[in-house]
């Protein structure tokens, strides 16, 4: 069992790492040749330049001004200073919001801390039972142990002290979050009024356009909209499977870059040629020179991908029955992304598109009607990922029992009982150990988000973001309560009988929270410190910059700002609300360590989100509502959670007290997600109506297809030379009267006359041409 001494170790070693990477930090983000690694984004806006280009040999990579190290927390405040609406402008406002997630936590964790302290602690604390526990060995326990529910008496009065401030809590989490909510979506709405011009605000995906014999998907699709949104649609362009040619492609610039390096080895010792190995990896194969072989390498895939490329253009195959519709104003892109296009409602399917930036383009290419195919085989090895995800969970809880160890491994009994490796094995081995198994999961994750077909970065990071939350949920808090439970106390299960196990249960499940003390500490303290040094992309932006920049549009190149990665981030952030709201009441001990890290992280973010992270796509807060929803669920759960601890306490008549907090709770994300989470999914037709106006007045002679003409083409024909070519082939030419160009013999519902017959073949049988 962890005790205050082990807490107090992993609190010195997490403590001492986070200060010794901010410290690294401060000063090497002070050196010349560490500008481009630390500030980014201000190179990408065209802000700044570079302080190697100018000065002495020495201070093109060393600071000699030693006032600036007086100063090197600086950082710090400048973090702070930017004011939120200059954030939004300068980093967007995904990048803002998801900063006040951290905030969120802070506003609802620092009155639930102090309020917790000032009651729940002393009321705890001045209790006995865990020493009536021990006395007569049926648990095991620590003095930390007695700041936790587990330490008042079975069916004692004062849980009605535990019970005042679980409604507390909940009432004034739900209050934060209902402000919360309001604030995002007017920002949001703000954001969307008051926001450039972009191609997604005139723009809807069009899937699952139905087959004809008659027209192409490119005939069909313009036929479609010139006869059902005369007055509004503009132009549009089908979607092409791509995919093989983008890969060619990409397999062209990773030789390339070979090819560089090679060359510039060889330019420095021109004695002996570099030599390659051709089989995997470059780890076996023949040898051979290394520049004739990449050289080789590159002619033949610039043919192969002048040959994809010319094949993508005529082969009718490689056209998806899908297209980016565009329309002359925001209000028709919002009539048609937001009802229903056909009386079959599986046909025609429009949502709004993503801005181009954010469009995963090899999904694209996807067939609709396999997606739900795709779907359920990702949900079933989804389930077998967190299934089989137990044993490496449950052999991290066995660390954390040294009890356990030294029965099973006496051997190891003189080391482990070393004072110092005790405590360091108790209180900082579990989370490490943890945070490893957790590495490589959120690549999985992601992975399987693309498997299943999602259509933008953004959706794709918000599924894999959800999965994580729930693997986290699963494993990472209810395995290790359960396992670390039942193998800390497995000599008192085995010699109690059955009906006094769900109350040593009770009792001991509020103990783990030490676990999540030095999970918390592992992964939020030192783990948000080092985000800030960013060890892996200096190393490589200095391994690039020495073997491969040749010119500035190289070193720029070797820059890596990254983004946010919401994936990743905000599953973290929500297990801390997860484990904050479920230990409120029961272990109050924790509280001080999750608002350390919220504090930390939120400067740490704040900065990077200023000088590194540059945001790959802008959703507009779109992921709000998931996060609202999660930190529900983590409400809800934790009332069931005291729901059980009390039944097992003998105070189930405060099960139908309790009972109203998750009613309550559900019924107010209920009123939530109808008053604000329309903000999020719809665009008011108010709003598009308004914004159209203004610009109309302001810009009355906007060459408005000329700008919308090319934003949804395929980023491997972007600098294309034949992109005229690629639009003839591919996309659809409209004018602006009400002619609808169509192929069609079939007389099937035209109501205006077609260019290709100089007739009509519409519904009303009294005006068909009899020739026709």
């Known amino acids: 069992m962890a005790t205050f001494a082990d807490i107090g170790l992993a609190a010195g070693i997490n403590i001492l790492t986070a200060l010794v990477f901010l410290i690294a930090f401060a000063i090497l983000r002070l050196q010349p040749i560490n500008d481009r690694v630390y500030f980014p984004k201000w190179y990408l806006k065209g802000l700044r330049s570079s302080p190697t280009h100018s000065g002495a040999f020495v201070t093109k990579f060393v600071n000699m ?13 400048d973090a702070l200073k930017m004011p939120e609406p200059e954030l939004i402008d300068h980093a967007g406002l995904d990048s803002a919001v998801y900063l006040r997630i951290y905030l969120l936590g802070l506003k609802i964790f620092v009155p639930v801390a102090l309020l917790a302290w000032a009651i729940l602690v002393p009321v705890n604390w001045t209790n006995n039972t865990l020493a009536v526990s021990k006395a007569t060995d049926r648990l095991q326990y620590s003095n930390i142990d007695k700041l936790s529910i587990s330490n008042i008496a079975h069916g004692s009065p004062r849980f009605w002290t535990h019970i005042v401030m679980a ?25 969307l009024a008051s926001e450039r011009r972009r191609p997604d605000q005139f723009s809807v995906l069009v899937r699952n356009v139905p087959p004809d014999n008659d027209e192409t998907v490119t005939e069909s699709v313009e036929h479609f909209f010139l006869v059902n949104h005369p007055d509004t649609y503009l132009t549009h362009q089908v979607v092409i499977n791509a995919n093989k040619l983008a890969k060619l492609v990409k397999e062209k610039k990773s030789k390339q870059n070979w090819l560089d390096y090679y060359q510039i080895k060889y330019s420095r010792n021109q004695s002996t040629r570099p030599v390659a190995k051709t089989g995997f990896l470059g780890l076996c194969g023949e040898k051979v020179d290394a520049i004739d072989y990449q050289t080789a390498e590159i002619e033949r895939l610039s043919k192969e991908i002048a040959e994809e490329r010319e094949r993508v253009k005529t082969d009718p195959k490689c056209i998806m029955p899908a297209a980016f519709v565009s329309f002359k104003t925001r209000w028709g892109a919002a009539v048609c992304a937001q009802t229903q296009q056909s009386r079959n409602p599986t046909l025609w399917l429009t949502e709004w598109a993503s801005e181009p930036r954010d469009v995963y383009w090899d999904n694209l290419a996807i067939p609709y009607v396999s997606l739900s195919i795709r779907r359920l085989i990702i949900a079933v090895a989804f389930f077998f990922l967190t299934f089989f995800f137990i044993i490496p969970v449950t052999i991290v809880q066995s660390f ?51 498997v299943e077909g999602y259509l933008s970065i953004s959706s794709l990071e918000r599924r894999a973001a959800m999965r994580y939350y729930i693997f986290n949920f699963i494993n990472v808090f209810l395995v290790s309560v359960v396992a670390g439970t039942a193998l800390e106390q497995l000599d008192s299960f085995l010699k109690m009988s059955a009906n006094e196990i769900p109350e040593i249960i009770g009792v001991a499940i509020p103990m783990k929270a030490t676990f999540f003390i030095t999970y918390v500490m592992v992964d939020g303290w030192a783990g948000v410190a080092g985000e800030i040094l960013r060890i892996k992309p200096l190393v490589i932006f200095h391994l690039k910059n020495f073997f491969l920049v040749k010119t500035e549009k190289d070193r720029e190149a070797a820059m890596d700002p990254g983004s946010i990665g919401f994936n990743t981030g905000e599953p973290q952030i929500q297990l801390y609300f997860l484990l904050g709201l479920v230990y409120a009441v029961v272990t109050p001990i924790f509280l001080p360590f999750i608002l350390v890290f919220f504090a930390l992280a939120y400067i740490v973010f704040r900065h990077q989100i200023i000088n590194v992270y540059n945001q790959e796509y802008e959703s507009a807060a779109a992921f709000w509502p998931s996060v609202h929803g999660r930190i529900i669920s983590a409400l809800v759960f934790s009332q069931l959670v005291l729901m059980g601890l009390m039944s097992t306490k003998g105070n189930a008549r405060f099960t139908p007290i309790l009972i109203v907090l998750p009613v309550l709770t559900i019924f107010f994300h209920r009123f939530c997600k109808g008053r604000y989470e329309p903000a999020f999914v719809r665009y008011p037709l108010q709003e598009a109506m308004m914004k159209d106006t203004l610009e109309r007045a302001r810009e009355p002679n906007l060459n408005l297809k000329g700008y919308l003409q090319d934003a949804y083409i395929h980023p491997v024909f972007k600098n294309d030379d034949d992109d005229d070519d690629y639009e ?3 996309n659809g030419k409209s004018d602006d009267n009400v002619l609808v160009p169509t192929k069609r013999q079939s007389r099937r519902n035209t109501p205006a006359p077609s260019k290709m017959s100089g007739a009509s073949s519409p519904s009303l049988p009294d005006v068909v041409p009899e020739e026709l």
């Open 167 to 191: 409604y507390a809590f909940t009432f004034w989490t739900c209050f934060t979050l209902r402000k919360e909510y309001e604030t995002v979506a007017n920002m949001r709405l703000h954001f």
């Open 728 to 730: 003839d082939n591919f």
């Open 400 to 450: 954390a029992n040294v009890e356990g160890i030294e029965k099973r491994a006496p051997f190891l009994r003189p080391i482990i009982e070393v004072p110092f490796i005790k405590s360091l094995i108790q209180g900082v081995l579990p989370g490490i150990a943890l945070k490893i198994f957790l590495i490589v999961l959120p690549s999985i994750l992601m992975m399987m988000s693309k």
């Open 65 to 77: 001004d030693w006032r600036s190290y007086i100063r090197f927390l600086n950082w710090v405040p």
